[in-house]
């Protein structure tokens, strides 16, 4: 009979959640979500201590014992575990949502299995948007990336048809109202293109639904391609293909952690 080969223990270097941290902050590190959801699904009575009720900002106590939808939250979600991130590069034709009423394909049914936890999407991207999709097992990072506070920018590379004058890239810097409020790109650069297609790429530090799309369409021409190519300082690189996903070192986790560092 073949002995089994020996495994070294590594002991766990997990540690318990610090005392006094506000429920939604706890649970979004957790992975069940970004700290706005969580936040979203207290008021709807989603979320109970100790089988009465969440408040907003109610504290975590070490030992309160903690339900979402009705499901105990095991304490070894609760620790404090090395934050995972990956970038994906969503195809068009993939929804930005983990299930879909019409069965159509989404991008995590791509992502990598995570014991213990669950992928949190930085943002969206629209069916018809390919590129650059950040994730994270940590709510609260993801939470702070995507604040509006933080002012992190998104860069994209986009085709245009139709013509862009001076004067059309001088009202997408100055600011347009669109029907949310006004918008603008912070930066555009040429780059170059054939025919009647040109391509640009723009920098904006929103994350408004279809903004970019909504913005160059507010001056009378049409985008017939989109592509996110930068969050931040994570940049889509061209050997990561369609439908495919690469992992941060910690590091390159670090580094990002920094650009929110003021939160």
Do not use: C
Request: aromatic share 6%.
């Amino acid at each position: 009979m073949k002995k089994k080969p020996f495994k070294k223990r590594v002991q766990s270097t997990a540690k318990a959640p610090a005392k006094n941290e506000r429920l939604q902050k706890v649970l979004a590190r957790a992975g069940y979500g970004s700290r706005r959801e969580i936040e979203t699904w207290i008021t709807q009575g989603r979320v109970k201590v100790n089988d009465k009720p969440a408040e907003l900002g109610q504290l975590y106590n070490v030992g309160d014992k903690i339900k979402v939808n009705g499901k105990l939250v095991p304490l070894s979600r609760l620790k404090t575990k090395e934050t995972k991130v990956i970038l994906y590069h969503k195809p068009v034709g993939e929804l930005t949502t983990r299930s879909d009423p019409e069965g159509r394909n989404t991008v995590f049914d791509n992502l990598p299995r995570i014991h213990g936890g669950r992928w949190i999407a930085v943002g969206r991207l629209d069916i018809n948007t390919s590129g650059l999709l950040v994730l994270t097992t940590d709510g609260e990072l993801a939470n702070n990336l995507m604040h509006p506070s933080n002012e992190i920018e998104r860069e994209y590379a986009v085709r245009i048809l139709g013509e862009v004058t001076d004067e059309t890239i001088k009202a997408l810097k100055q600011g347009v109202l669109l029907e949310d409020g006004m918008a603008k790109f912070d930066q555009i650069y040429s780059q170059g293109g054939q025919g009647a297609n040109h391509w640009y790429h723009v920098v904006l530090k929103e994350g408004k639904n279809r903004e970019v799309r909504r913005l160059w369409e507010s001056q009378g021409v049409t985008v017939s391609r989109l592509m996110r190519v930068r969050y931040g300082n994570v940049i889509l690189s061209k050997s990561l293909r369609p439908g495919k996903t690469q992992e941060l070192t910690p590091a390159e986790v670090s580094s990002l952690r920094r650009l929110v560092a003021k939160s």
